[in-house]
């Protein structure tokens, strides 16, 4: 019953920006922390930005000082800011977030989609 649904992905020019979304909807009582990853085929899904519930954030190192994540607590919505786009942040980027649907349920882990990021040298 809990959906994450992601959209901003597309095509865009090295050196462009793209803002990704996602939004959590159905039974939502709370959401803990929440994460953005990325995936090449052939390759292990990569953590990208982290977002925990007072705000603070953790990114992965070819990310830093080019993406930027945030939260609206009040949307139950991610958000991940990219500038400075490099052919190599060419990607699925899936959203991810521990909810709890109700009182007295325990936590569960949700993913997105993913989207779709494709920067052109």
């Known amino acids: 019953q809990v959906q994450l649904v992601e959209s901003g992905g597309g095509l865009v020019q090295a050196g462009g920006s793209l803002r990704l979304s996602c939004a959590a909807s159905?039974?939502?009582?709370?959401?803990?922390?929440m994460y953005w990853y990325r995936q090449v085929p052939g390759k292990q899904r990569e953590l990208v930005a982290t977002?925990?519930?007072?705000?603070?954030?953790n990114y992965v190192d070819s990310v830093k000082g080019r993406f930027t994540i945030s939260r609206d607590n009040a949307k139950n919505t991610v958000y991940l800011q990219m500038t400075s786009l490099k052919p190599e942040d060419t990607a699925v980027y899936y959203c991810?977030?521990?909810?709890?649907?109700?009182?007295?349920?325990?936590?569960?882990?949700?993913w997105g989609q993913g989207t779709q990021v494709t920067v052109s040298s």
């Open positions: 159905g039974s939502i009582l709370s959401i803990n922390a």
């Open positions: 991810n977030a521990l909810i709890s649907p109700a009182y007295g349920v325990r936590y569960g882990d949700y």
């Open positions: 977002i925990t519930t007072s705000g603070s954030t």
